[in-house]
C-alpha cells in the first residue's frame, strides 16, 4: 500500500517576488524572467496542490473531501473539518504590505458583516474572505528581514526623537500610547502626513548615499521602497510603520510567529511560511491593494513586542520543533546525514518539503525542491541518500 505521494504545488507570480531561488530549488528554468514569489502546498480552495497517483493527478481538495477522516485523521476531521493549515515557500524581493490580522472571532464578524452588506467574495475591496483567523509561523532559508510588532516603549520614543521630522509625533505617543500615535499619523490628510515624511525619505536616500545605514536602520527600507525616486505628493503613509515597528533579522534556519493583531511585514529574504488556510490580510500601506485604515485600527494590538526569534526545540536525534501558538499546525526540521534514517508516524495529514539533499521516502525519491504528503496513521521511514534538510506540516495531536 502506497504511503506517500508526490506533490504538486502551485506558484504564485506576485510582484514583489524574486526571479531565482525558487526555480533554482526547483529545477525551473525561468526564461521569461518571472517573479516567483510563492509556492503554495496545501488544499486552499483558489490553489490546491496536485498529488499524483496511479490514476493520475487529484486534486488534494477534492481527495480531502471524498474521504476526509482518511486523509486528514480523525481528532483533525473532528476540530476542523478541512485541512487547517496552508504550507508556502516566499521569495521576497521587494517589501509587502504593512498588514495585520483578525482573531478567529472577528474574522467570523467581519466575514457575517460583508456578507449581509452584500459585497461580492472576489470585490477588491472586501476585508474578509472568510471566517478564520491567519496566524503564522516563519523558518528563514536565508537571511531574513521582517518590521514585527512596535518597538518597547524606550525605543520607540528614541526613534522619535532621533529623526528630526517625527520629533513633532512625541506629544501623541506620549512615552506609552501606540495606538493615539498610530492612529493619529494613519488618519491625517495626506498633505499633512507628506510634509513629514518627505522630509524623512530624503535624509534617508542621503544616509543611504552616504552608506551610513544598514539593514537595521529604518532608513534603509524606506529608501528601497521609494527607491526610484520620492514621490511630490501622496507619499504612502505606511512608511510610518519602518519607523515604529521592530526590524528583526532572523537567521537561516531560525524562525518567528505572528498572531492575530500584531502588526508586520516581510521585508527580504528567503523563508518558509506556515499558516492557517486563509486569506484575511488588513492592509496599512506600502502595496496597491485595498487599504481600509479604519478597519486595520479596529484590529491592531496597541501593545510593545519583544521579537523572540526561534531557534527550535530540540525532539529527537534529526528533529527540532518551532513552537507555534495555535492548535491549527505544527512545523519541523529534520536533519539527515548521507545514509541516516528517520522513522515517523503521522498523526494527521503531513507534508514533507525537501530544501537540501535526497531522500527516500517510502518508495518515492524526493530531491530539494520536491514535496510530499502523507495521510493520517502512516508509519514510514525518511533515508537520506545524501545529507539532507526537509521542513514538516502537521497538525499537532
Sequence with gaps: MQKAYKLQGKHRHYDWGGTSFIPNMMGIENVNHLPYAEYWMGAHPSAASLIETEQGAISLAIL???????????????????????????????MLSIQVHPSKENAIKGFDKEQALGIA??????????????PEIMVALSDFWLLHGFLPPAQLKERLQTYFPLQILMNEFGGDNYQQLYTYFMQLP?????????????????????GTVGKSDPHYWAHKYYAEGIPASNIDKGIFSIYILNIVHVPKYHGIFQGAGLLHAYLEGQTIELM??????????????????????????????????????????????????????????????????????????????????????????????????????????????????????????
Design 121 to 134: 467574495s472576489d470585490a477588491s475591496h472586501r476585508n474578509y474572505k472568510d471566517q478564520n483567523h491567519k
Design 64 to 94: 480531502v473531501n471524498e474521504n476526509p477522516e482518511k486523509w486528514l485523521g480523525a481528532k483533525t476531521f473532528k476540530s476542523f473539518g478541512v485541512l487547517p493549515y496552508l504550507f508556502k515557500i516566499l521569495d521576497v524581493a521587494q
Design 190 to 210: 495626506v498633505v499633512v502626513s507628506d510634509q513629514i515624511l518627505k522630509p524623512l525619505l530624503l535624509e534617508a536616500a542621503d544616509a543611504v548615499k552616504k
Design 276 to 397: 492557517a488556510n486563509s486569506d484575511n490580510v488588513l492592509r496599512g500601506g506600502l502595496t496597491s491593494k485595498h487599504v481600509d485604515i479604519k478597519e486595520l485600527i479596529d484590529h491592531v494590538s496597541f501593545v510593545p513586542t519583544y521579537p523572540e526569534v526561534l531557534k527550535g526545540d530540540r525532539i529527537n536525534d534529526h528533529e527540532i520543533n518551532y513552537p507555534s501558538a495555535v492548535p491549527d499546525f505544527g512545523l519541523t526540521k529534520i536533519s539527515l546525514k548521507s545514509g541516516e534514517s528517520s522513522t515517523m508516524t503521522t498523526h494527521s495529514m503531513e507534508i514533507l518539503l525537501v530544501t537540501e539533499g535526497e531522500v527516500l521516502v517510502d518508495q518515492l525519491i524526493l530531491k530539494a525542491g520536491d514535496t510530499a504528503v502523507l495521510a493520517a496513521a502512516t508509519r514510514l521511514s525518511i533515508l537520506a541518500k545524501q545529507p539532507s534538510i526537509l521542513f514538516k506540516s502537521f497538525v499537532p495531536r
